[in-house]
Nanobody, 124 residues
Framework: QVQLKESGGGLVQAGGSLRLSCAGS????????MGWFRQAPGKEREFVAA????????RHADPVKGRFTISRDNANNPASLQMNSLDPEDAAVYYC?????????????????WGQGTQVTVSA
């Protein structure tokens, strides 16, 4: 059974940083693209960042460009998200997802398995 589990969320002051990690089991994740999405209360889930299977291609949503960076270390975590200069608008539950293809995608419908999510709270 394929499982993803996020970690690293928490409470941080505006301007601070957090690093989210996604641990996976049940598959060889180095073959697949990974993505991060987030959902704030009362809002739809939105794309944050994605990385291709070999790590050569990444995409970041416009609101996080220059502040967030997705990376992968297939030996340990198939996906990590470094978040800097956090803003209260970034507060949400962050989800890791795997796409059973090598190329990146920005639509949640392109992803096959999701983690349970980790809460990120940013105080003003």
């Amino acid at each position: 059974q394929v499982q993803l589990k996020e970690s690293g969320g928490g409470l941080v002051q505006a301007g601070g940083s957090l690093r989210l990690s996604c641990a996976g089991s049940g598959r060889t994740f180095s073959r697949y693209a990974m993505g991060w999405f987030r959902q704030a209360p009362g809002k739809e889930r939105e794309f944050v960042a994605a990385i291709s299977a070999d790590g050569s291609s990444t995409r970041h949503a416009d609101p996080v460009k220059g502040r967030f960076t997705i990376s992968r270390d297939n030996a340990n975590n198939p996906a990590s998200l470094q978040m800097n200069s956090l803003d209260p608008e970034d507060a949400a539950v962050y989800y890791c997802a795997v796409r059973y293809r090598a190329a990146v995608a920005t639509s949640g419908g392109e992803y096959d398995t999701w983690g349970q999510g980790t809460q990120v709270t940013v105080s003003a």
